[in-house]
């Protein structure tokens, strides 16, 4: 699961610094889609229990 942290630094880098999302990849280890999907989101995400 992203932690808070990752999911501030993906949008940082890429609204900030103007980064790649490959870029982005490429720094943290993590999948494009990881990266498209915490840019898409507009609050962090959370743990939630499995039913």
């Excluded at 699961?1 to 720094?27: F, G, P, T």
């Amino acid at each position: 699961m992203l932690s808070v942290e990752d999911w501030a630094e993906i949008r940082r880098l890429h609204r900030a610094e103007q980064m790649a999302i490959k870029a982005i990849c490429r720094r943290l280890g993590v999948s494009r889609n990881t990266v498209r999907k915490a840019l898409a989101s507009h609050e962090p995400p959370r743990y939630q229990r499995a039913a």
